[in-house]
């Protein structure tokens, strides 16, 4: 299974940074799609790059990264696979929610058939959502969730801002059998790693 991220202009520097991260952890290699045909809509440029990587990778697994995604030890992307290998599912998201603003992250694994089941331009009753919350309306039977991928945005006000996680300040949250963490805006388990 590929790890993949795409690259958007604006987040070269970040996409590197983790690129050099798992390479440096364990050698894993991933695989940088460059960004094209960009818009600068949110969530429409989000949901255009996930197609980019869904078309390349047609008839494969691959694991989606993000900028703000971490893989935490050696052996990461083994363990995702191993787990992905038995769960008889098309996707394996993480079994996060913190309800009510953040339901669903989008790293994760994406089935062979990824780029066929998930829709180029989301419409309807979700336009302006990102293909992760059309995932959980329309193919939630095809997604195996796991705690091998923790996801939280940050801590959350009544409004519903979150204000992003700083790490080490906050490393008591992420999990133990946890192998990546989703989100760190800041890269800092990257940055303050010793």
Known sequence: MKAVIVAAERQHKEVYNIVNHIKRL????????????????????????????????KGEAFFWLEPDSTPLCAGWLDRIEAEYAVCCKQF???????????????IGVYGPRTFEIIPKDIDGDLRGQGWDMWMLRNAFNLIHKSPLIQHSYGKYDSSGNAA????PQESGMIRKD??????DKYQDLINNKS
């Not at 946890?178 to 989100?183: C, E, G, Q, S």
């Open 26 to 57: 364990d050698g894993t290699e991933v695989l940088v799609i460059p960004a094209i045909d960009e818009t600068e809509e949110y969530p429409a440029r989000n949901n255009y790059a996930f197609y980019q990587a869904g078309q390349i990778m």
């Open 92 to 106: 394996m998201l993480s079994s996060d929610r913190n309800p009510p603003f953040d339901i669903v992250g989008g």
């Open 164 to 167: 992003p996680h700083r790490f």
């Open 178 to 183: 946890a192998v990546i963490f989703h989100r």
